[in-house]
């Protein structure tokens, strides 16, 4: 008989279905601190994730988007009117997932209680939070979060330009800097109009899986430099800094429009600057100005 996992993310529940919720936890260790032992009375599901089901005579109809990151191709297909499927492959292993049209039931063929499947485990439920959390107001961010007295800095930027760096800096230098998240932090527009940065089970190469938020103050987006410069954006500068660090896909018209809107409202409350800097004392002290 299967059994039910489920875990709070960024105040989001989801479910996963597993035959073995003891494997499955010792598999997903970066999960624990979002684990809760039951849906609270009136919560609802963000989406339920099953695996384990033969999904292999399942047709490949239109290709939809083909991406290639790090090794991983996510290919997404239309396998029917009303479902998606997404084919996630390394050179060694591929992966299927199968999701319905509001994003709220996944099939999948991983074995939740095989711990060879971690890496596509966990990159798939990633995957559909990224997408499936759009229509609230949220976004999940290519970032690194550094707190400090419960406010936050993102840092944005491309992929070895400091961000875990500058990150690290701050907490050498600033006394009571903490690290978030340092590459997959959740931003949500609250109820009252505050937005928050979330800690969440997904941090890159390092292993920061904090169950907690904090307010941001301002966004940073990070470039080399031979001299440091804080440089405030503003316009499509700014939207452009943010939308590119996002989560989305082009092919989920209402959920990319959805981003959209999310990345204009952020901006209307959180300011945008360009650090152009040195991996140096200095370079933190120029960004340690945007908090109070």
Same mark, same amino acid.
């Given at each position: 008989?299967? =059994?039910?996992?489920? @875990?709070?993310?960024? =105040?989001?529940?989801?479910?996963? #279905?597993?035959?073995?919720?003891?494997?499955?936890?010792? #598999?997903?260790?970066?999960?624990?601190?979002? $684990?809760? &032992?039951?849906?609270?009375?009136?919560?609802? /599901?963000?989406?339920?994730?099953?695996?384990?089901? &033969? !999904?292999?005579?399942?047709?490949?109809?239109?290709?939809?988007?083909?991406?290639?990151?790090?090794?991983?191709?996510?290919?997404? @297909?239309?396998?029917? +009117?009303?479902? !998606?499927?997404?084919? /996630?492959?390394? =050179?060694?292993?591929? $992966?299927?997932?199968? #999701?319905?049209?509001?994003?709220?039931?996944? =099939?999948?063929?991983? !074995?939740?209680? *095989?711990?060879?499947?971690?890496?596509?485990?966990?990159? !798939?439920?990633? #995957?559909?939070?990224?997408?499936?959390?759009?229509?609230? $107001?949220?976004?999940?961010?290519?970032?690194?979060?550094? +707190?400090?007295?419960?406010?936050?800095?993102?840092?944005?930027?491309?992929?070895?330009?400091?961000?875990?760096?500058?990150?690290?800096?701050?907490?050498?230098?600033?006394?009571?800097?903490?690290?978030?998240?340092? *590459? +997959?932090?959740?931003?949500?527009?609250?109820?009252?109009?505050?937005?928050?940065?979330?800690?969440?089970?997904?941090?890159?190469?390092?292993?920061?899986?904090?169950?907690?938020?904090?307010?941001?103050?301002?966004?940073?987006?990070?470039?080399?430099?031979?001299?440091?410069?804080?440089?405030?954006?503003?316009?499509?500068?700014?939207?452009?800094?943010?939308?590119?660090?996002?989560?989305? /896909?082009?092919?989920?018209?209402?959920?990319?429009?959805?981003?959209?809107?999310?990345?204009? *409202?952020?901006?209307?409350?959180?300011?945008? @600057?360009?650090?152009?800097?040195?991996?140096?004392?200095?370079?933190?002290? /120029?960004?340690?100005?945007?908090?109070?």
């Amino acid at each position: 008989m299967d =059994q039910q996992l489920t @875990y709070c993310i960024a =105040q989001e529940y989801i479910r996963l #279905i597993t035959p073995s919720a003891e494997a499955t936890r010792a #598999i997903l260790p970066n999960y624990e601190p979002f $684990h809760v &032992d039951a849906l609270p009375e009136g919560a609802s /599901l963000l989406f339920t994730f099953t695996g384990g089901v &033969d !999904l292999s005579a399942l047709p490949r109809k239109t290709l939809l988007e083909d991406k290639l990151f790090d090794g991983v191709r996510a290919s997404i @297909y239309h396998t029917s +009117e009303s479902r !998606l499927l997404l084919e /996630l492959s390394t =050179q060694e292993r591929t $992966h299927t997932m199968v #999701i319905d049209r509001d994003w709220q039931e996944v =099939q999948s063929d991983v !074995l939740m209680d *095989d711990p060879s499947d971690f890496f596509f485990i966990n990159r !798939l439920v990633m #995957i559909v939070y990224g997408v499936a959390i759009a229509p609230h $107001h949220m976004l999940k961010i290519h970032a690194s979060v550094t +707190e400090l007295e419960g406010n936050a800095l993102l840092f944005l930027g491309t992929s070895g330009t400091g961000k875990s760096t500058h990150s690290r800096l701050w907490r050498k230098f600033v006394p009571g800097a903490t690290l978030l998240n340092d *590459d +997959e932090p959740i931003l949500r527009i609250m109820e009252d109009g505050e937005v928050r940065v979330f800690g969440c089970p997904w941090s890159g190469s390092t292993p920061c899986y904090r169950n907690a938020s904090a307010h941001v103050t301002a966004l940073v987006h990070l470039r080399q430099s031979p001299e440091n410069k804080l440089t405030k954006l503003r316009g499509r500068d700014s939207f452009d800094s943010l939308y590119s660090s996002t989560a989305f /896909l082009h092919s989920d018209k209402k959920r990319h429009l959805a981003t959209f809107d999310t990345v204009a *409202d952020v901006l209307e409350q959180i300011p945008v @600057y360009r650090l152009d800097c040195r991996p140096d004392e200095e370079a933190v002290q /120029l960004s340690r100005t945007l908090l109070p």
